[in-house]
């Protein structure tokens, strides 16, 4: 016997296959607004040449981020899965080039004659940046593994990763080589000079080895 207040059956949709935008945006403003390789470089870059020249420099940069997600959106994490010393070497061989551009950092100057006639780092040289730091691989792999949902088609996960990290990169990057140029104008030929560019060397060193022992994405 039927009972007269029984629910009539509704059909179950299924939510598709996405990626958590709003949530992925707050890590990724986190990381991409926080002390790393790619920041501290922007900032000396900033620092040493002013920001109107550290633009080029800037714009490879945020390009070269775009090196690693699209690749990683179409295989290469699932290969890294499989193959992990492929990441893990990747990993160590990034390290020792950022630790080479602390020592490098260490042995700038600002307000020199030879900053003035100096070329600054261009296009090209930002778009390494970023497929040679470990921070920005752990970021972009902790958007695939923790922010997209199983089944999420690999374009649709990819391009939405893709802007996301795009949008935080233009707001954000562009503050740290403004605030290189920034502190240069007030310290450059002082006393603080050299102690500037050892503090921007051991932040960029501090942050990979956090990326090597600390355990995070950051």
């Known amino acids: 016997m039927q009972s007269q207040h029984s629910v009539p059956h509704r059909a179950t949709r299924k939510s598709p296959m996405s990626v958590a935008i709003g949530s992925f945006l707050v890590f990724?403003?986190?990381?991409?607004?926080?002390?790393?390789?790619?920041?501290?470089?922007?900032?000396?870059?900033?620092?040493?040449?002013?920001?109107?020249?550290?633009?080029?420099?800037?714009?490879?940069?945020?390009?070269?981020?775009?090196?690693?997600?699209w690749p990683m959106g179409f295989g290469l994490l699932?290969?890294?899965t499989r193959q992990p010393w492929i990441f893990e070497t990747l990993k160590w061989v990034s390290a020792a080039y950022i630790c080479y551009l602390a020592w490098?950092?260490?042995?700038?100057?600002?307000?020199?004659?030879?900053?003035e006639g100096a070329p600054a780092p261009g296009f090209a040289a930002g778009?390494?940046?970023?497929?040679?730091?470990?921070?920005?691989?752990?970021?972009?792999?902790?958007?695939?593994?923790?922010?997209?949902?199983?089944?999420?088609?690999?374009?649709?996960?990819?391009?939405?990763?893709?802007?996301c990290l795009l949008a935080?990169?233009?707001?954000?990057?562009?503050?740290?080589?403004?605030?290189?140029?920034?502190?240069?104008?007030?310290?450059?030929?002082?006393?603080?000079?050299?102690?500037?560019?050892?503090v921007l060397a051991g932040l960029t060193l501090a942050s990979v080895l956090y990326v090597l022992f600390g355990g995070g994405p950051a």
């Open 28 to 69: 990724a403003a986190s990381q991409v607004g926080t002390p790393g390789p790619a920041n501290m470089a922007l900032m000396a870059t900033g620092a040493r040449f002013g920001l109107r020249r550290a633009v080029p420099f800037l714009a490879g940069v945020i390009a070269g981020k775009q090196f690693i997600i």
């Open 127 to 163: 778009l390494i940046v970023h497929p040679l730091n470990p921070k920005a691989w752990a970021m972009i792999t902790a958007g695939f593994t923790s922010f997209t949902a199983p089944g999420t088609p690999a374009l649709q996960a990819t391009l939405t990763i893709a802007l």
């Open 104 to 115: 490098r950092v260490t042995r700038l100057r600002l307000g020199t004659p030879e900053a």
């Open 168 to 198: 935080c990169q233009i707001v954000l990057q562009p503050i740290w080589a403004w605030g290189g140029s920034a502190m240069a104008a007030r310290v450059a030929g002082t006393a603080v000079e050299p102690i500037l560019m050892y």
């Open 78 to 80: 699932a290969l890294g």
